[in-house]
């Protein structure tokens, strides 16, 4: 298992050399979780592409001081990102089913357990394929390893607080605006998807805040707990989606897994 590498907040560095420092972090580590092995592989996939997430949000924090070359190196990050999210999806249906079965009523427990051993099929079939095509995520690691050189390169030292906050302040606008689309149409996927995705960035600058510049941060505590009610939100419609298809489940286990995730989505939504 990759061991996390830490960076301590030097309060004699610079704000920008601070996140330089931290996105160097977030990548290295990034290239870890693919450079796992078996079946810790699906959760490396995960942590992976929380670490590039983080990297793009720090990079956000910075980019109105740095030049265009940051918009390029968030679009790698971004092409990296979603060529994981099919993989990542094969987990997350996992999870939804095991979320399902907690306090599940005994009729539905047992297509519940036959639901998730096929969704384990499904993803172990899924990351093999992956794998077929990249042999130990090679390729994306070597992507990796590049970005990071492009990431050095960047002025980091122009970075001040200011442009910082602002960032911040800015992200705090687009979560708002994106809050109150999803209010105004609750059965559209898409506009809760683009909130809980702001939610999720706000809250993963917020975080990054915390650790290397605590002064300018404010807001974890309260971002995170919607964050997490909105990811799994986000794997109940990804479970409606898997259920419009013939595979990997039947007719009785789509029936099962649709009335639960509608039930949930539902509860979210209306609050």
């Known amino acids: 298992m990759a061991k996390p590498l830490r960076i301590e907040a030097d309060l004699n560095l610079s704000p920008g050399a601070r996140l330089q420092a931290f996105a160097h972090e977030q990548l290295r580590l990034a290239e870890l ?53 099919s993989l990542r999806d094969t987990q997350a249906l996992v999870d939804a089913i095991d979320r399902f079965a907690i306090g599940a009523a005994a009729p539905i427990r047992k297509t519940l357990r036959e639901a998730r051993a096929s969704a384990l099929v ?9 794998l077929a095509r990249d042999s130990g ?20 030292k122009t970075v001040h607080p200011r442009d910082v906050i602002r960032a911040i302040q800015r992200g705090e606008r687009r979560l708002e605006k994106a809050h109150r689309r999803a209010r105004k149409h609750p059965d559209r996927d898409a506009s809760w998807h683009i909130y809980r995705r702001r939610l999720r960035r706000l809250k993963e600058q917020d975080s990054i805040l915390a650790e290397i510049q605590p002064g ?56």
């Not at 993803?123 to 394929?129: E, F, G, N, Q, T």
């Not at 995520?137 to 980091?156: E, P, Q, S, T």
């Not at 997490?228 to 898997?242: A, C, F, M, N």
């Open 33 to 85: 979780h693919l450079a796992r092995q078996g079946a810790e592989l699906h959760d490396g996939v995960h942590q992976a592409r929380k670490c590039l997430r983080r990297t793009r949000a720090t990079l956000a924090l910075g980019s109105a001081a740095l030049d265009s070359r940051v918009d390029r190196i968030d679009d790698e990050l971004g092409r990296l990102c979603r060529g994981l999210s």
């Open 122 to 130: 499904h993803r172990d079939l899924a990351m093999d394929r992956a």
């Open 137 to 156: 995520f090679a390729a994306r690691r070597r992507r990796l390893f590049a970005v990071i050189k492009r990431v050095a390169l960047l002025d980091w």
């Open 216 to 271: 300018l941060h404010h807001l974890a505590h309260e971002l995170g707990h919607q964050a997490r009610i909105l990811g799994e939100s986000q794997d109940d419609v990804l479970v409606l989606r898997y259920c419009r298809r013939s595979a990997p489940f039947n007719a009785q286990q789509r029936m099962v897994l649709r009335q639960l995730a509608r039930e949930r989505l539902k509860s979210v939504r209306d609050e």
